[in-house]
């Protein structure tokens, strides 16, 4: 994470905003947890401006790749 991070960055969405690697690391470990077999597979674009990013994904089941939920940042 420390790769694409910056230290001090957030994170928001419309369940969620947090600050810091620590939380970050415990979003992704709880959308781990609950969606278990699953896989956020990034679509589309990175939109930056600034120090802002935002980008959208897919929620897909991993034995087949197909998609289940769509979601955007």
């Known amino acids: 994470m420390a790769a694409a991070w910056a230290e001090g ?3 928001t969405d419309p ?3 947090v600050s810091g690697d620590a939380q970050l ?4 470990s709880g959308a781990r947890e609950q969606y278990a077999g ?3 597979r990034g ?3 990175v939109d ?3 120090h802002i990013v935002r980008f959208s994904w897919e929620l897909v089941w991993r034995p087949t ?3 289940r939920l769509p979601g955007r940042t």
């Open 9 to 11: 960055g957030s994170y």
């Open 25 to 28: 690391a415990a979003v992704i």
């Open 65 to 67: 790749a197909r998609r």
């Open 43 to 45: 679509t589309g674009s």
């Open 38 to 40: 699953y896989a956020f």
């Open 48 to 50: 930056g401006h600034h």
């Open 15 to 17: 369940l969620c905003d």
